[in-house]
């Protein structure tokens, strides 16, 4: 969702005469998040096929041929000039609805490696925008484009004294910015908890636990010494602050979805990748990317609890090597790639666009 929304807010930006519409998922936070960015949404129905129990399944994949039917009317309707999707549940329906209604479709691949959906629009999409040149073999010689990964202004709106004074951190002491993504990650979020007084001896701790093991992450933390919950601050999901979390950040403790091809180089952050073992290998990938640049080191889910604090500490105490890292990362960084697939989507004419998430 995020880069996409990035896109949309540089497209505006760049022509403002654009219409932009958002078409999402029907459940969920998305269509709340996009009405809050002032953006119209229209929600259709869809889920996942792959990796959930049959039942679920066999109505998922019957939401998602509806979803077709449902995503033409809307483009017979809005009549767009262009179709920019990220991947998705509901990008296969509008993406095939765009092709019967003849409207040109912009794919922008987040991870290195496109998931099966993304290879299968890629076939019949006019353009494809990747965040690496490593991304290009997979797609079609006439339609790949290396754009980076487009960063909003949530994360590029943040510089480290702005980000250090938001979240009442100081600027003497190293920061370390530990997080799974919106739901959390489990693994790390207990690694944490097991070693956070040693880690709060190094560094200030930012743990962004997620939703799902909130309340124990909270009631880990109230039973913790007072001077170790000073410099330990847990927040179950940040929105507009996450940005301010990366500014601050001295080295990043996360899993490897497609973010941190993005975000990490934005700010020369050094980064511990976690890869997410049970999603396919998309979060491999990524990380090996990063770490075969000196921009990452890489611990396996099953070796965090022992692995995670020698790993950092070995990191927060030896800053010649965490500097390498940081240049390296910085060299990676493609600062202005929301304006780079926005200006493919525009080449379709400055007319009125939709964007999907």
Same mark, same amino acid.
């Given at each position: 969702m995020y880069p996409a929304l990035a896109v949309a807010h540089a497209l505006l930006e760049t022509a403002p005469e654009v219409e932009l519409t958002w078409i999402g998922t029907l459940d969920g936070m998305e269509g709340e998040l996009i009405r809050r960015e002032g953006l119209p949404f229209i929600g259709i129905p869809g889920g996942g096929v792959h990796g959930v129990a049959v039942r679920y399944a066999v109505r998922n994949g019957w939401d998602l041929a509806r979803a077709v039917f449902v995503a033409r009317k809307h483009l017979r309707r809005e009549r767009p000039v262009a179709i920019l999707t990220t991947g998705g549940y509901v990008s296969g329906p509008v993406a095939l609805a765009a092709r $019967?209604?003849?409207?040109?479709?912009?794919?922008?691949?987040?991870?290195?490696?496109?998931?099966?959906?993304?290879?299968?629009?890629?076939?019949?999409?006019?353009?494809?925008?990747?965040?690496?040149?490593?991304?290009?073999?997979?797609?079609?010689?006439?339609?790949?484009?290396?754009?980076?990964?487009?960063?909003?202004?949530?994360?590029?709106? $943040?510089?480290?004294?702005?980000?250090?004074?938001?979240?009442?951190?100081?600027?003497?002491?190293?920061?370390?910015?530990?997080?799974?993504?919106?739901?959390?990650?489990?693994?790390?979020?207990?690694?944490?908890?097991?070693?956070?007084?040693?880690?709060?001896?190094?560094?200030?701790?930012?743990?962004?636990?997620?939703?799902?093991? $909130?309340?124990?992450?909270e009631a880990a933390r109230a039973e913790l010494p007072a001077l170790v919950?000073?410099?330990?601050?847990?927040?179950?999901?940040?929105?507009?602050?996450?940005?301010?979390?990366?500014?601050?950040?001295?080295?990043?403790?996360?899993?490897?979805?497609?973010?941190?091809l993005g975000e990490f180089p934005y700010f020369g952050l050094p980064a511990v990748l976690v890869p997410y073992p049970y999603a396919w290998r998309y979060q491999r990938v990524n990380a090996g990317w990063l770490a075969d640049r000196g921009a990452a080191v890489i611990i396996e889910d099953a070796a965090l609890t022992a692995e995670l604090l020698p790993t950092v500490t070995g990191l927060l105490t030896d800053e010649t090597r965490r500097a390498a890292m940081s240049s390296a990362a910085s060299g990676l960084a493609r600062a202005n790639a929301a304006y780079e697939v926005a200006r493919q989507v525009l080449a379709f004419e400055h007319e009125p666009a939709q964007a999907t998430g």
């Open positions: $019967w209604e003849s409207i040109p479709v912009v794919v922008f691949v987040p991870d290195i490696e496109p998931a099966r959906s993304i290879k299968t629009i890629a076939r019949f999409a006019a353009r494809v925008c990747v965040t690496v040149p490593d991304s290009l073999s997979y797609f079609a010689r006439d339609k790949g484009v290396v754009t980076g990964y487009p960063l909003g202004r949530r994360i590029t709106g $943040w510089t480290k004294a702005k980000g250090l004074a938001t979240l009442g951190l100081d600027g003497e002491t190293p920061v370390l910015l530990i997080f799974g993504g919106s739901r959390g990650a489990r693994s790390i979020n207990r690694a944490v908890l097991g070693s956070i007084e040693a880690l709060a001896e190094l560094a200030q701790v930012i743990h962004v636990a997620g939703t799902l093991d $909130w309340a124990e992450v919950r000073e410099r330990y601050v847990a927040y179950p999901y940040l929105h507009q602050e996450m940005g301010a979390a990366l500014a601050a950040a001295d080295l990043v403790v996360s899993r490897s979805g497609a973010g941190v």
